[in-house]
């Protein structure tokens, strides 16, 4: 039978120290995941329906104002729900959302999100000091929740996170002072100041006056995670260009080319979903997953490419309402715009990603060459006027192609199954490709001696 402990001897051992460190984790907020995987909740796919609202509600304010002012105050109102959603992302790689106080932060921030998102269409009106209210407390109200979380299990860990929280509330006076105005010139302005000071902050690492700036091991963050919080954001967007497809079609009325508006609109859908998952959010898990520095590509490649492909998805499902509305009609500006301005958001942002997943210098191939078959397919119908079907279907074209080479080019190579066929293409591409190494190899001698 042990007696009493006797002074001076420690208590409990190794029991005790581990039963300390279950308590702690019982206690903590955070996913403490060191870098490795952390699952998409059930409760992070849930705050992501408020986005498709938002995302509808977007689309719908671009087609109501569809000039160029217009769609600058949609890129406002855009910039600021991406930041919403991305910052919270970022918050939710940290902490664990099946914790309680996490569970209530992220109802309140849907709340606010949705807040946000019903504002949208009297944005630069009656709902603009609502939607900004709820911009600027969600933004703060989140960065201050997080740094508590992580001061309360570390000292000093959450720092990063006040650095965050003082860049939104200098940004904050931008929101609320473009609300109060009462002038729609003066709002954008100052809507604009706030999301350039916001959209700064990541990338001089948060650097703020007395409080320093963030280091990379400040931003560990399970890169898998982040890879699939953003594929899911893609298919929000994707999936509310079919809502939209298929609401138009069904209130449109009996007119010819209806039907096949509406494959065309599917099939281009269905492209982009093919260009950016076939390849694009393969290589790009991979990437941020093998990374020593996963903070540093989360910032990069997901945080800001991935805004003009979001961007570009939206507008070109603009693209699918007008041409399901009027397909037979001959092309106008507004919709020429629309169809060349959201192509080139969606390939070029996909090509930056791409090349950051790929680790190559160089965007692929099959990409900017899509962007440059943009330029006579304007010219065309700028010129021409092709019905807008026409118009629309050539573009969807161009996708088809850049998927086909793309995947062609991972699948045994498009040069390789040339040249076994003996083709004279094949032969030419590889001399050329041969002549360009020598060429690069003869530089790099040059320089070296």
């Not at 930056?352 to 006579?376: D, E």
Request: hydrophobic share 55%; glycine share 10%.
């Amino acid at each position: 039978m042990a007696g009493p402990s006797e002074p001076g001897r420690p208590h409990g051992g190794i029991g005790a120290a581990l039963a300390a460190a279950e308590a702690r984790q019982r206690r903590s907020l955070l996913r403490n995941h060191g870098g490795g995987h952390a699952p998409v909740t059930n409760l992070e796919l849930f705050f992501d329906l408020v986005f498709v609202f938002a995302i509808t509600q977007l689309s719908h304010y671009l087609i109501a104002e569809l000039t160029p002012l217009g769609a600058l105050r949609t890129a406002v109102l855009f910039g600021a729900v991406w930041w919403a959603w991305m910052w919270t992302t970022w918050a939710t790689n940290w902490i664990d959302p099946d914790k309680v106080e996490v569970r209530l932060l992220l109802g309140v921030l849907m709340l606010l999100s949705l807040a946000m998102a019903a504002a949208i269409p009297q944005g630069f009106g009656a709902g603009a000091l609502l939607f900004a209210a709820a911009y600027v407390t969600l933004q703060v109200g989140r960065c201050l929740f997080v740094a508590w979380a992580m001061e309360r299990e570390d000292p000093g860990r959450g720092r990063n996170m006040i650095r965050a929280a003082a860049w939104f509330l200098t940004a904050a006076p931008f929101w609320l002072g473009g609300a109060l105005i009462g002038e729609p010139g003066w709002q954008l302005g100052l809507w604009l100041a706030a999301l350039a000071i916001e959209y700064t902050a990541p990338m001089v690492f948060l650097r703020y006056p007395g409080l320093g700036r963030s280091s990379p091991a400040d931003w560990i963050i399970s890169g898998a995670h982040m890879a699939e919080r953003c594929s899911l954001f893609i298919i929000i967007a994707l999936g509310e260009g079919l809502v939209i497809t298929g609401a138009t079609y069904s209130a449109a009325r009996s007119q010819s080319w209806l039907d096949a508006a509406l494959v065309m609109a599917f099939v281009s859908s269905f492209m982009m979903w093919w260009l950016y998952f076939d390849m694009g959010a393969k290589r790009g898990a991979r990437h941020i997953e093998s990374h020593s520095l996963p903070g540093l590509v989360g910032r990069q490649a997901f945080t800001y490419w991935h805004i003009p492909i979001v961007a570009g998805i939206i507008v070109l499902a603009v693209a699918d309402e007008l041409v399901l509305a009027h397909p037979h009609e001959p092309l106008h500006l507004d919709l020429l715009a629309i169809v060349i301005g959201g192509t080139v958001l969606f390939l070029g942002g996909l090509a930056g990603f791409k090349r950051i997943s790929s680790g190559n210098p160089w965007f692929p191939a099959s990409h900017a060459y899509g962007l440059y078959a943009l330029v006579p397919l304007a010219l065309w119908g700028w010129l021409a006027h092709p019905p807008g079907l026409i118009f629309f279907a050539a573009l969807v074209a161009i996708f088809a192609v850049i998927a086909v080479w793309e995947w062609g080019s991972f699948n045994g190579g498009w040069l390789e199954r040339m040249e076994r066929r003996n083709w004279w293409l094949g032969r030419a591409m590889r001399r050329e490709l041969e002549r360009r190494r020598d060429k690069r190899l003869a530089r790099e001698v040059a320089k070296g001696r």
